[in-house]
């Protein structure tokens, strides 16, 4: 079973911190994504990747920036986090196809006071 | 527009069918999803349809799609209190292979 793993469930931090938020899959899929899920918006997507140290801007990135070093990791950095960043992040990977879906991990709920 | 669209929120009955329904916007996507999340949990693939085809039965689950209207439905048979999650569809993108998200349909299941 592809397993996406986030490092935090729950995250409180305060405005103007910098948040690091971990995601790592186990099945060596080349694609991995960031997105926000808030309510009656559905999932915007923050950022994306199709290979290590390699970046693709989503619909939201700004106030974003994302590091993918190793294949299996992608991280998503809050330079300065700000109260209007309180949301759910959902990562996902996914290998390189027609037709593949998406395996998304548990989520990491962000609160920023 | 660049949305999918979908209702919020749909009550039913125990033992009811429950049809959700999903408006998207690439006449050219190839591939449609349907995604389940349940309460403090990631999205789940629940199941996926073709362009080419026009309904999909997997169990309990019939997915419709409608070409021409760009509509996309999601039966549920014989509905279970274990169902009651926020049901997301997606369309993927061709060039791109981006996924586009619907805002999600809460189903609430009454026993």
């Known amino acids: 079973d592809v397993k996406v793993t986030q490092s935090s469930r729950y995250l409180v931090k305060r405005t103007g911190e910098k948040v690091f938020l971990e995601c790592v899959q186990d099945?060596?899929?080349?694609?991995m994504f960031w997105y926000r899920q808030d309510p009656g918006l559905g999932l915007r997507l923050i950022y994306f990747?199709?290979?290590?140290?390699?970046?693709e801007k989503g619909d939201i990135p700004e106030g974003y920036s994302v590091s993918r070093e190793k294949k299996e990791r992608f991280s998503l950095i809050l330079e300065s986090a700000s109260t209007n960043q309180t949301s759910m992040y959902l990562c996902?990977?996914?290998?390189?196809?027609?037709?593949?879906?998406?395996?998304f991990g548990p989520g990491t709920r962000l609160t920023v006071t | 527009g660049e949305d999918v669209e979908q209702s919020l929120f749909l009550s039913v009955r125990e033992g009811d069918s429950s049809v959700i329904n999903c408006t998207y916007t690439?006449?050219?996507?190839?591939?449609l999803y349907w995604y389940k999340q349940e309460p403090g949990a990631g999205l789940q693939l629940l199941t996926y349809?073709?362009?080419?085809?026009d309904m999909k039965q997997d169990q309990r689950l019939t997915v419709l799609l409608n070409k021409k209207d760009k509509h996309l439905s999601l039966r549920i048979a014989d509905t279970q209190t274990g169902d009651s999650a926020i049901y997301f569809c997606?369309?993927?993108?061709?060039?791109?292979?981006?996924?586009?998200f619907g805002q999600g349909t809460t189903l609430q299941v009454k026993p």
């Open positions: 996902a990977s996914s290998k390189t196809g027609t037709g593949v879906s998406q395996y």
């Open positions: 099945m060596d899929h080349e694609n």
């Open positions: 990747s199709y290979d290590v140290k390699m970046k």
């Open positions: 690439d006449s050219s996507s190839t591939y």
């Open positions: 349809i073709f362009s080419n085809m």
């Open positions: 997606a369309e993927r993108r061709p060039l791109t292979g981006k996924l586009i």
